[in-house]
C-alpha cells in the first residue's frame, strides 16, 4: 500500500506536459453563436507554477464584450484518476468551472470534459468539451464546445494563443 501512496502523489510524465502552458501568452478570444464568430477581443495570459512539478496557475486579463475581464485557472495531473483536472473561475459570475481530462493520442491536444451552469439562459450542468491544442512552442487555442447544441454548431468560445518571448516579440 505505501508503494502504492508513493506512486499515486509523485509528480511524473503527465506533469511535464504542463511545462508546455507556461510563460506569457497574448490571446484573441471569440465567441460563436449558430456558428457565427464574434469581433475578437484581446488579452494576456500569464501561467506559471502553484506548486511546482504539480499544478500550474494561469491568470487572464483582458475585455470581454467591451468590459474589464479577468480569470483564473489551476490545472495539473490527478494520478489517481489518471487525468488532467482544471478548475477556472472569472469576474463574469460566480460559477466554478472544473473539468477533466486526457491527452490525444498523438500528444498534441488534450480534451477535457465538464459541466457549467449558463447565467444566460439559467440551465444548470450543461455537457461541455474543452480542446486545447498545440501547434508549436509558441501558438496554442482552445475551443469549448456546449455538447447541447446541434452538431456542426456545438463551438461556443475559440481562444488563440501567442506566446511572447524576450524582447517583446512573439
Keep these: 500500500m505505501m508503494a ?3 506512486k499515486m ?3 511524473g510524465h503527465f506533469h511535464r506536459y504542463l511545462e508546455r502552458f507556461m510563460g506569457t501568452w497574448s490571446y484573441e478570444f ?3 453563436s449558430g456558428g457565427v464568430p464574434s469581433v475578437p477581443d484581446k488579452g494576456t495570459t500569464e501561467v506559471s507554477w502553484l506548486i511546482p512539478n504539480r499544478w500550474i496557475q494561469s491568470k487572464d486579463k483582458g475585455e ?3 468590459q474589464a475581464y479577468e480569470g483564473v485557472m489551476v490545472m495539473g495531473y490527478d494520478n489517481f484518476k489518471q487525468s488532467f483536472v482544471t478548475t ?4 463574469v459570475d460566480t460559477t466554478m468551472q472544473s473539468t477533466r481530462g486526457r491527452l490525444a493520442p498523438e500528444g498534441n491536444s488534450l480534451v477535457t470534459y465538464g ?3 449558463d447565467v444566460m439562459t439559467g440551465k444548470q450542468d450543461k455537457m461541455m468539451k474543452y480542446i486545447w491544442r498545440f501547434e ?4 496554442r487555442s482552445l475551443e469549448i464546445h456546449d455538447l447541447s447544441l446541434p452538431d456542426g454548431t456545438t463551438k461556443v468560445v475559440e481562444i488563440r494563443y501567442s506566446k511572447q518571448v ?3 516579440g512573439k
Design 136 to 139: 508549436s512552442a509558441v501558438k
Design 30 to 32: 471569440q465567441l460563436f
Design 166 to 168: 524576450a524582447g517583446g
Design 4 to 6: 502504492r501512496a508513493k
Design 88 to 91: 477556472y473561475v472569472s469576474n
Design 64 to 66: 470581454l464584450m467591451g
Design 9 to 11: 502523489s509523485e509528480p
Design 115 to 117: 459541466v457549467v451552469d
